[in-house]
């Protein structure tokens, strides 16, 4: 529908220099403006002006955009470089992964097949897993001489009601540990849920914190599950607490292959 005008008219008690129609007023003394504007068609309102933040909005060019970040991320590079100056060392890590959330044997896993990549050799040792096929030992077996898994868990200690039994397999599957962390052939060595044994006492702690501190110079340990003792915290050089924020097992949701095991 084609739209309307009408003549807004606006007094100025000097004359007016307005871009519409100007017209002698001699009654008021002065002069009226007429501006003719556009008038909401059918079709909907009066276009309005550009608000701030929005299209009309003049933050200055992309060009100058963009420069400001290139010099911003200019100067984080040479900040960054200067600091990577100063890491010079390179040694094996004591690394734990412990917290009430899950991924802890998952990320240990993803560091296993990391050094998989480079060619390291691999030794695992499984404290508490053992009486179930997982996916990651099955998987792991097709890198043939590269990795060593060893599942020496008996479950988990609510399945096998038996503390005595519990304690033996810990000492068997610890004294295997030790052999992998003397063996200057292994790279890495995964404990996976050495954790829970120690939280449980199976193991003495004094005695593993003793032997992880004098593991060979070179050599990557990684020691999982939940609860970790507060000696091994401060011994260990990287320490990671998975936190719970959801869980689909709370929602009815049973334990899955490929995501639990």
Not at 17 to 35: F, I, M
Not at 48 to 67: I, Y
Not at 164 to 181: C, L, Y
Not at 239 to 248: A, S, W
Request: with cysteine; charged share 25%.
């Amino acid at each position: 529908m084609r739209s309307a005008n009408a003549n807004l008219s606006l007094s100025a008690l000097g004359g007016g220099e307005g871009r519409g129609e100007v017209g002698e007023n001699p009654g008021a003394g002065c002069c009226t403006t007429h501006l003719t504007l556009p008038l909401a068609d059918a079709t909907g309102p009066l276009p309005l002006p550009p608000q701030a933040g929005g299209e009309g909005k003049v933050s200055g060019s992309e060009e100058e955009v963009n420069r400001r970040h290139n010099e911003k991320m200019a100067r984080r590079k040479a900040a960054r470089d200067r600091m990577l100056a100063t890491k010079t060392e390179e040694r094996g890590l004591l690394i734990v992964h412990t917290g009430k959330g899950k991924g802890k044997s998952t990320a240990a896993f993803g560091m296993v097949l990391r050094c998989l990549g480079h060619g390291m050799r691999v030794g695992i040792v499984q404290f508490v897993k053992g009486v179930w096929s997982t996916g990651e030992r099955v998987a792991l077996e097709r890198f043939g001489d590269l990795v060593t898994c060893r599942a020496m868990g008996e479950g988990f200690t609510w399945d096998t009601q038996d503390r005595a039994r519990d304690i033996a397999a810990a000492r068997n599957a610890w004294e295997t540990a030790k052999v992998m962390i003397s063996d200057p052939s292994y790279r890495l060595v995964l404990l996976d849920e050495l954790n829970i044994v120690l939280r449980y006492d199976y193991l003495p702690i004094a005695e593993v914190v003793t032997v992880l501190k004098a593991k060979p110079r070179d050599l990557h340990i990684i020691v999982t599950g939940r609860n970790a003792r507060p000696e091994l915290v401060e011994v260990a050089d990287l320490v990671t607490e998975m936190t719970l924020v959801k869980h689909p097992f709370r929602a009815g949701v049973k334990a899955q292959p490929g995501i639990e095991f």
